[in-house]
């Protein structure tokens, strides 16, 4: 016991400035026992022979020093429920801003989170030599630093942008980055989550697998393919699943679309339960719209040879809810069924828009009042069509990386009653 509280530094030995021996000391510790001590906040006397004054000894704070620079003020203090001055130095470092870095994938939705969280985009230089490899160079120090990398590894360039999150993370781990976070808004290879036939890989494990190795320390994705995902990660490496929803549900909200001749449809059966969170999202804006299910029978990948509705959308307005566009291939016909099924105006939402091979044109041909994604891929100018409606999802990944950062609740953004973001993170980062 004794060696322990040796290597904490919490007991010195008092030595006489006219003592000529080594003394004889005896220590004791305070009515709180064993557990204040250990705990680093109790106070207990050491006396000497040579010199019987006692003496009492503060704990040591050099471990945790603060940066006067970085130092939250009382009222900050106040708010964050800092009791004590230990206490404060002890969590200073959650009051740090976080030290914010982008991959080539989606330098504008980085800028954007950036400008929420009030801090700027760490300097780094990511660059392909000739023979097309990946060069990663940080320009800053990030030692003992919170580190959050924002990351999709979406198309085009897949490969190349996952290669670039892989030694990205290596490049902090190595530059001793305290810990580093994954911002994954689109996560490459997830659909690829089980064996469907025979000597194939689990390519959304073996990624999973790939990014812990290089030491990631938490990963957080939005909408991932398929939730079981969450568990390719080991728990050391906490996988968070945000979901796309959250923003999109103001903007249905606000079409004046009326919630009795509103019905949220599944296109496929896998789809129902995220359809259903949507369904119930809408309850908290006043509409109480219905449920329906499309099940599709496929050839092969990206084409379907029929489609069955489950469920009544005569006269209704119809959201298609899904986690991402491909070729809408699927996304167009199920469109058709639902008007063939007498369904009045067709609406989608999906958080994913990777819009691969012909979809716009079949998108811009189809009988979508509107497309609505998030930014979490890109959308070039050649893409950009009255038909699709782009929205914002940086500040709900801001309010993410603030609530990870000041240790607080993750699970709140991702609930079932699928609140609005909070927005006063904004004042607790920048005051630090």
């Not at 989606?106 to 392909?128: R, S, V, Y």
């Amino acid at each position: 016991m004794l060696g322990g509280i040796y290597s904490r530094g919490l007991v010195r030995r008092c030595l006489s400035s006219t003592a000529t021996t080594s003394p004889s000391w005896s220590w004791k510790l305070p009515a709180a026992g064993f557990a204040a001590a250990l705990t680093g906040f109790g106070a207990w006397s050491l006396k000497t022979t040579a010199d019987s004054q006692q003496q009492s000894v503060k704990p040591p704070v050099h471990y945790h020093m603060v940066d006067q620079e970085h130092a939250h003020n009382t009222k900050s203090c106040e708010d964050h429920h800092c009791h004590s001055p230990e206490q404060e130095l002890c969590d200073h470092k959650r009051h740090y801003k976080p030290m914010v870095f982008s991959g080539s994938a989606n330098l504008p939705l980085a800028q954007e989170i950036c400008a929420h969280l009030g801090t700027k985009l760490g300097d780094m230089t990511i660059k392909k030599f000739a023979d097309g490899e990946i060069g990663v160079q940080v320009h800053e120090n990030v030692r003992s630093a919170d580190v959050y990398i924002i990351q999709p590894t979406c198309p085009p360039g897949v490969n190349d942008h996952l290669m670039e999150l892989v030694l990205m993370i290596s490049t902090f781990r190595r530059a001793s980055a305290r810990k580093i976070t994954a911002i994954i808004p689109y996560f490459g290879y997830a659909r690829q989550d089980r064996k469907m036939t025979s000597r194939v890989p689990i390519s959304a494990a073996d990624v999973a697998l790939l990014l812990e190795s290089m030491g990631v320390d938490r990963v957080v994705a939005v909408d991932l393919h398929c939730g079981q995902i969450q568990g390719f990660f080991g728990p050391r490496t906490p996988c968070d699943n945000l979901e796309g929803a959250v923003v999109a549900l103001p903007f249905f909200a606000e079409l004046g679309l009326q919630g009795e001749n509103t019905v949220i449809v599944s296109p496929d059966a896998g789809g129902v339960y995220r359809a259903k969170k949507f369904r119930d999202g809408l309850r908290h804006y006043g509409m109480e719209a219905g449920l329906a299910m499309i099940i599709k029978q496929r050839l092969r990948a990206n084409t379907i040879d029929r489609m069955d509705l489950v469920g009544d959308v005569k006269n209704q307005d119809c959201i298609i809810v899904d986690d991402m566009i491909d070729t809408a291939g699927t996304l167009c016909q199920a469109a058709e069924e639902l008007k063939r099924a007498g369904a009045k105006r067709v609406y989608a939402f999906a958080t994913h828009g990777l819009f691969n091979g012909p979809a716009i044109e079949r998108i811009d041909k189809s009988c979508f009042e509107k497309v609505v994604i998030c930014n979490t891929v890109p959308l070039s100018d050649s893409k950009a069509i009255d038909k699709i409606k782009v929205l914002s999802i940086g500040e709900f990944l801001a309010q993410a990386i603030a609530r990870i950062h000041m240790k607080q609740s993750v699970s709140e953004l991702f609930n079932a009653e699928f609140e609005a973001p909070e927005t006063n993170f904004k004042t607790h980062a920048t005051e630090s």
